[in-house]
């Protein structure tokens, strides 16, 4: 159910709308419930008019009265409208009476076993809707402490949605970002856009903060961005204090530019906010033996486990950057898929946020890896964001469990539809390299000796990922590995260990991005080569008895690979 509350100056005003068969969906206007049993009905009346206005006079007596003493508010009239969910079933009257009667009292309009609370009444004149109507003087006079109605009548509607078995809806937490105004919405559409100006600065002050190290120079990109407006707020010493944006060629009837603070496009781009996060990332030196891609993925690999194990101020500390690699990720990516990333970005913005306050210092290398990975050119083969994506995959499904176990549920909600993004940009762009690397599968006895080692590391998992539709890419990079100069068993071992498997659709397209990307590293040397001998003569792993496989370049059947 939800709630809308606006407050007017006219009883008669809504009344009239309230009871006029003429609107559109008005049928059968009635009361359903009131402050009293004997509140006159203009729905039943046979002089609908003159009862009406008998209504109005007794709404508004009260406020008459405060008004003869200077007391009366000045915008008296309390509206509030309670709507069903399209799936729900057709309440009666007197179930919608009883849930007027449960919103009021929880606004503070009408306290129950308040004899002196305001005078209201509740019409329905649509199945699955009601409008409470009240005025604001109590009957001593004082004005109603409704403080936070809107909070108060949803928490009051989430509780009636259980008791009465109806749709429950996702509640938020105050901490989303601003949404549109109507007059923003009409005037993007008039201009022929689907996103309002606000909507489209807080993307560009998101992908700018993403792809900035310093405050200093946030702030120069902002003003080095084609067609944003940027005006610095300092001190009297110089310093800057905040800044506000605004849209080339958006302006009011003074035909000057509409500003919006950083705070008006989201909680979290205020300056203040900004520079807390950019003081918080870890400055990447450069070096030739660590390819940044490498450093992101592996990165976004352990976010899963620092929201399973870390203080709620960590974990919310990775969301927010694991937030600004998705807001920077379309800068370095395909044409053909930046749609989709921006989509996730955007999805994703709302589940970087809640009332836990991140410790951001905890997710300084997460951020400084965003930062080195976006400084690096385009990736020209798909890999390297292939696999980035293929982390991000499940660091957002890690996210969405994280949410939801702590009951935030318009969180858990974005990170659902982000993950409807990511997968579509990730199949996209995985399907050349995974095609490339599986026309080089080696030959079948090398695949068979792969397929024992897959059985010794994961026994528990080691026929989904023979029988994987990937796993000819997984044997290529395998054998690459291996003339490397790798251990096999030990990148496996690893690719494992380093983050489990259960939310994973493809396993073998897993573990093949984790053992190309272990596969990069430098081959251990001698002396390690001994100690990790000696560390497996100390825990040695059970033999496992070899099994008869099909080759995996063999065709299956359709049957076969839904199995």
């Known amino acids: ?120 009444v509740a019409v329905r004149h649509a199945p699955d809707h009601i409008h409470i109507a009240a005025t604001k003087v109590r009957a001593d006079l004082r004005t109603a402490r409704h403080w936070n109605d809107y909070l108060t009548a949803d928490r009051e509607l989430a509780t009636i949605e259980t008791e009465y078995d109806l749709f429950q809806v996702v509640r938020g937490d105050r901490t989303a970002a601003k949404r549109p105004t109507r007059a923003e919405q009409e005037k993007a559409k008039r201009a022929g856009q689907t996103r309002t100006v606000r909507e489209r600065l807080r993307t560009t002050v998101r992908t700018v903060m993403a792809a900035a190290t310093s405050t200093e120079e946030d702030i120069s990109l902002l003003q080095h961005t084609d067609h944003i407006l940027v005006d610095v707020k300092q001190f009297p010493s110089g310093d800057v204090r905040g800044y506000t944006v605004a849209l080339e060629g958006d302006t009011n009837a003074r035909q000057e530019p509409i500003w919006y603070s950083g705070s008006q496009l989201a909680p979290d781009l205020s300056l203040p906010k900004i520079r807390k996060r950019l003081d918080a990332t870890e400055p990447q030196k450069s070096t ?132 409807i993004h990511l997968q579509a940009a990730y199949e996209h762009t995985a399907v050349a390299p995974l095609t490339a690397l599986a026309q080089r599968r080696p030959p079948q006895q090398v695949v068979q000796r792969h397929i024992l080692l897959i059985h010794q590391t994961m026994a528990d998992r080691a026929k989904q990922v023979v029988k994987d539709p990937s796993f000819d890419a997984l044997t290529a990079v395998l054998a690459t590995a291996e003339k490397a100069g790798h251990d096999p068993k030990q990148l496996l071992q690893q690719a494992t260990d380093e983050r489990a498997l259960d939310d994973v659709r493809s396993p073998a397209r897993v573990l093949t991005w984790r053992v190309e990307r272990l596969s990069a590293r430098p081959v251990p040397s001698e002396r390690a080569h001994v100690a990790r001998m000696r560390s497996a003569a100390r825990w040695p792993v059970a033999p496992v008895r070899p099994t008869t496989v099909a080759p995996a370049s063999q065709p299956q059947s359709p049957q076969a690979r839904r199995r």
């Open 1 to 120: 159910m939800i709630a809308k509350i606006k407050n007017g100056q006219s009883t008669a005003g809504l009344l009239h709308y309230l009871f006029d068969t003429r609107k559109k969906g008005h049928t059968d206007p009635r009361l359903v419930a009131a402050w009293e049993s004997f509140a006159p009905d203009p729905g039943r009346a046979t002089d609908a008019n003159a009862t009406r206005r008998r209504l109005v006079a007794d709404l508004d007596l009260h406020v008459k009265q405060a008004d003869r003493l200077g007391r009366a508010p000045e915008r008296h009239v309390w509206h509030c409208s309670v709507r069903a969910a399209e799936t729900d079933r057709i309440l009666s009257d007197e179930e919608w009476a009883d849930i007027a009667r449960r919103v009021v009292a929880a606004t503070g309009i009408a306290p129950d076993g308040d004899s002196d609370g305001c005078r209201w």
């Open 288 to 419: 030739r033996t660590t390819n940044p891609w490498h450093q992101a993925t592996a990165a976004a690999e352990r976010i899963p486990h620092r929201l399973e194990h870390a203080e709620d101020a960590a974990a919310q500390a990775h969301l927010a950057a694991f937030g600004e690699a998705l807001d920077a990720l379309p800068l370095r990516a395909p044409q053909t898929i930046r749609p989709q990333l921006r989509q996730a970005a955007e999805a994703f913005e709302r589940a970087t946020r809640s009332h836990v306050q991140a410790e951001h210092q905890h997710a300084r290398a997460l951020r400084g890896a965003v930062r080195a990975m976006i400084r690096e050119p385009a990736p020209k083969d798909g890999a390297l964001l292939a696999m980035f994506l293929d982390a991000a995959i499940l660091a957002v499904i890690a996210a969405a469990r994280w949410h939801q176990l702590r009951h935030h549920d318009q969180q858990v909600a974005a990170a659902h539809q982000t993950l």
